[in-house]
DNA sequence: CGCGCCACTTACCAGATGGTAGAGAATGGG
DNA sequence: CCCATTCTCTACCATCTGGTAAGTGGCGCG
């Protein structure tokens, strides 16, 4: 009965590595089948499409996301530490399980229905985040402004900067590990001086 | 004569905005054929196969880009003002030919050789920027950081704000033109307190 | 034993895909 | 008038796609 999940779970991942790879619509059911070894129909087994089976992943994935970012809030005070908390796990993510990262990105691309099903899995998330963002700013610890707005950017930047390899290679950067720290340092202060009122985070809760 | 120019660039416009929109692997040469009247065979007798379309459509679309951007740059005084008219270049791309926009996003998600051919094209542009960057750092407009990673942070951060309407939908920004105006505000904002030093544009060039 | 359920397989299919072969119309130059 | 070139078409094909149908073997349970 453990054999029953097993399968079903390495099917999930194998398909998370090729839809945040090369993508949902470069992916054949048959790849993913070959990369596991079995058959296209023990897919089709577990998951009845292959539009099912790309749902299922990104329930993973918003899931294992949820769970690193809820870790790297739980483990942080409020104030700055708590966004840098946040961006490093988000690093980490894209160091440990790049595949996630870009399932985030391909799915938002793809649009409805898949971008809907992963828009409503992370809501609560959005939403806690934002609230984090109205308290900052009500305290003064950051800059006023919409806190839609200013979530989204940071998303954008945090996602683009972990994720766009090509267009690293693009600008002079190369991939690595140390590229991708001083990377890390790099956004860091980016985000701070964006974000941050000068002088008021020493005294933040 | 003329009209051999004409199905030519056609083909390429209804190409780029399935690329950019849709994308690459999730558009079919008949599409592409059937939205423009003809037959797709028509496509291939100007395009030898749909991965050398894909490249003219990368050289024009790079072409255009660095034309707003020329412009952009031309019109604008060094320091704080030309990066706020390069970003508001973008954003009127976004709006005015927002499969421009998608089809570079596509492109680096697609990895080389399409990739390749892109940045190759691009090389240029980001060189100049580069030493755009470095000129204002040097004379202490700009914070001083590399040149690099802050060309990758704000490209991803106009690239993703100017794109990713799904996400923007996600956080409660509904997609339109006085949304869009909001949005590259706030953006401006951001980038500005990022990378301007306080106090140092009004005396620059 | 034997019945049925579970996990998985082989066999198959209809439709779409990128691409080839080659013919037909229009044009223009000798 | 005829040939050659340019452009577009119809006809066709091998391959791959997601998905269906129909089993097969094993394991637990009465």
Redesign the interface.
Known sequence: MARTTDTRERVLQAALESFGGP?Y??TSLDDVAAELGVSKQTILYYFPSKAALLDAVIDLSAAELAGALEDAVASSPPGWPRIEAVVRSVFRLALRRPELLGLI??V??L??PA?TR??DD??PL?VRA?GFLEAEMAAGHM?R??P??????A???V???AT?V????????EPGMKAMV??RT??L???K???VVPGSEPTST
Do not use: Q
Not at 148 to 153: A, G, H, I, K, T
Not at 166 to 173: D, I, P, T, W
């Open positions: 993508g619509e470069a990105r391909e938002t691309r649009g409805p971008a992963l828009t992370l809501e959005v934002r800059r402004s919409d839609r707005l200013v979530l989204m950017s998303y954008s930047t996602i683009g900067v766009e090509e267009v690293l290679r693009a600008v002079g950067v001083r990377r790099e956004l202060d980016f985000l001086s964006a974000l």
